[in-house]
């Protein structure tokens, strides 16, 4: 039998495994049970192709994404490698076919779509005498957990079809998501028995993180592109954007500019989509300015930057996104334009969005509080003076260094701004309110703004108000944004989200410090809070 290097070599052309593809591939080989959590890029789609050739009959895939199936069963077709996928892309007749030859044995691995595996059709096929499944891979296995970014209530099938089958084949779950409460929940739900649980580095050194707060977003990318272009002549780069009109209007504006840009999004149409990756990925074009619909499934190694000309809603994705930066390990810049307005939208498209539509009320509503949380920890992202890396690699569960040096608040020179007194102040506005507020108001107050808002709500009587006239707007924002961060204070996940003390608020009052990172370029500001 060829060994596992000598496929490897034989089918993908490549010389040598990369890290944790032997142990996940061995364990299967044993017939052990695995969880491989590796991050996007990483390789984890060998991790099951390769037992699935060298075990005796059938590996069944469950991958989430019709163009994901389609995508990867193209690539092992093209290999030499007989595969299929089955899902509602495919016609009743097609379908019929597809299952007529799998029972022939002429497929060697099968994606399949969760939500197929329970029809009467595929069970038929998969309980046919003849038809041996001795290797089940769950790609993109987070889809299982209701703390995963996209949780998939058809996943929770794949249990009670494992109980169908005559023998238990080898169960492998796959996924980039490597926070506790998911690993937990795919080893519990999916019914683990003994796996061996193979983690790898989250972190991609070769790739620079930055955060940027432009006030003007676009003209920041574009000076952005003219420096690269300068620099790095000839550098691809995508620029993803929060919606289909952004993309739009982002990709004119480049091309006016005379950049050589292309566009992706759902609203396109599929001929479209198509000739524009493909302009992308044979460099035909460099810049590609996309929805989260972009990237999926497609290995560009040598993209060299990855803007965010929004905030994306969670980590998860955000870094799932940049991560398409550098798969070649030469360095590459992974930026995120930060403005106010992204907080909403996201809140917008989380209330409001078409995501979760398959779930029932109580449900849609806890997986709806779960990504305001995460929305927070990515708003987070975009505030924190700490290092970005390791803010993404805590995130993820990674132990890392206080320090990379290569993220742009590594690089920023701060000072340290002792901000004791302002944030007492901030403590003492809340308490002094008859009920709670959002940021803004907060703001107004503090500075002592004379505007209807405050005077109707009688604010002007706040012991607090106008304690901190001197200091602007962005910079009390940041000190909220650290209290927040720290604990010492909430935001709600209201409609309209309002400011609470916690109960840690109190510590502030007491004695805590509170010092927030000022970056030294900006102007120096320690305003005093007014004295009483
Ligand atoms: P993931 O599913 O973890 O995001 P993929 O399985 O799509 O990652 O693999 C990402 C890229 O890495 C693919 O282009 C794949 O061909 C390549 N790759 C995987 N394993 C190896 C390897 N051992 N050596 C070189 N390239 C690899």
Same mark, same amino acid.
């Given at each position: 039998m060829e060994d596992a290097r000598g496929l490897l070599k034989q089918y993908f052309g490549f010389d040598d495994f990369r890290e944790g593809q032997k142990p996940l591939i061995d364990a299967v080989l044993d017939g052990r049970d695995v969880l491989g959590i590796m991050?996007? #890029?990483?390789?984890?789609?060998l991790c099951f192709q390769i037992p699935a050739l060298m075990m005796p009959g059938i590996t069944l895939v469950v991958s989430p994404l019709i163009s994901l199936m389609k995508d990867q069963v193209g690539a092992l077709n093209q290999a030499g490698i007989h595969a299929a996928f089955l899902n509602s892309s495919l016609s009743m007749g097609q379908y019929r076919k597809a299952l007529d030859l799998a029972r022939e044995g002429r497929y060697k691995i099968i994606y399949v779509a969760p939500e197929r595996l329970e029809t009467e059709g595929f069970l038929r096929f998969a309980l046919s005498p003849g038809v041996d499944i001795s290797f089940l891979a769950v790609d993109e296995a987070h889809c299982v957990s209701q703390w995963g970014q996209d949780f998939r209530p058809s996943y929770l099938k794949i249990l009670s079809f494992l109980e169908k089958l005559p023998r238990r084949p080898v169960l492998g779950a796959y996924t980039a998501t490597a926070t506790v409460e998911v690993k937990e929940d795919v080893l519990d739900i999916l019914n683990l028995r003994d796996p061996l649980v193979v983690t790898t580095g989250f972190d991609r050194a070769n790739l620079f993180f930055g955060v940027k707060k432009p006030r003007d977003k676009y003209r920041e990318l574009e000076s952005y592109l003219r420096e690269k272009e300068e620099k790095m002549p000839g550098s691809s780069g995508i620029v993803y954007c929060l919606s289909r009109k952004s993309v739009e209007e982002v990709c004119y504006q480049l091309r006016e500019a005379g950049f050589s840009v292309t566009r992706y999004h759902a609203g396109l149409s599929d001929t479209e989509r198509r000739e524009n990756q493909d302009d992308f990925i044979y460099d035909r074009r460099q810049i590609m300015v996309a929805?989260?619909?972009? #990237?999926?499934?497609?290995?560009?190694?040598?993209?060299?930057f990855v803007i965010h000309y929004n905030m994306p809603k969670n980590m998860e994705s955000y870094y799932q996104e940049a991560g398409r930066a550098g798969r070649d390990g030469e360095p590459a810049e992974c930026i995120l334009y930060f403005g106010a307005a992204d907080q909403r939208t996201n809140r917008f498209l989380i209330e409001h969005g078409e995501d979760n539509q398959e779930l029932d009320e109580e449900t849609r509503r806890i997986v709806m509080e779960k990504d305001l949380g995460r929305l927070k920890q990515m708003t987070f992202y975009c505030a924190t003076s700490g290092c970005l890396r390791h803010y993404i690699l805590d995130y993820f569960g990674e132990e890392s260094s206080a320090e990379c040096r290569n993220c742009s608040n590594c690089l920023e020179e701060f000072d340290l701004l002792d901000v004791t007194e302002q944030a007492e102040a901030v403590v003492r506005c809340i308490e002094g309110c008859q009920r709670s507020f959002g940021v803004n108001l907060i703001v107004d107050v503090l500075r002592g703004a004379d505007n209807q808002k405050i005077r109707q709500r009688g604010l002007e009587e706040n012991p607090e108000y106008k304690a901190l006239p001197d200091m602007t707007v962005p910079r009390l924002k940041q000190l909220i944004n650290e209290m927040m961060m720290q604990g010492f204070l909430n935001l709600s996940n209201d409609d309209y989200p309002v400011i609470e003390l916690t109960d840690r608020s109190e510590e502030l009052l007491s004695g805590e410090k509170l010092v927030i990172k000022v970056p030294k370029r900006e102007e120096k500001q320690a305003p005093k809070a007014r004295k009483k």
């Open positions: 991050p996007t #890029g990483a390789g984890k789609s929805t989260n619909a972009f #990237g999926m499934g497609i290995d560009k190694p040598d993209v060299r």
